[in-house]
């Protein structure tokens, strides 16, 4: 992903609410399957990676994108930006 890819998808994402929270419960099956059915369904998400979670923020987003093949866009505070490329036919994908 190039910068300027990168630079569009955050624009995006800035007025996206985050859809989830990571937080001590750690990273969950139910978890990794929601997040992945919501970007199926979005290709963009937002999620909170709260301190409880006791993890560095930019390990905890790695750890969540390789367990959804997804790519992290940003992590800006604790907030990650993960975005996947949906594989439905019928939904009007994320142009760069």
Known sequence: ???KQRS???SIAATMKPIAQVGKEGIGENLIKSLS???EAHELIKVNLLPASGEDGDN???NIADLLHAEVVAVIGRKAIFY??????DFKHIEF
Not at 84 to 89: G, N
Request: aromatic letters at 0%; proline letters at 0%.
């Open 60 to 62: 905890l987003a790695m």
């Open 84 to 89: 996947r490329r949906s594989s439905r036919k």
């Open 8 to 10: 569009n998808l955050k």
């Open 1 to 3: 992903m190039t910068s």
């Open 37 to 39: 059915e919501a970007l």
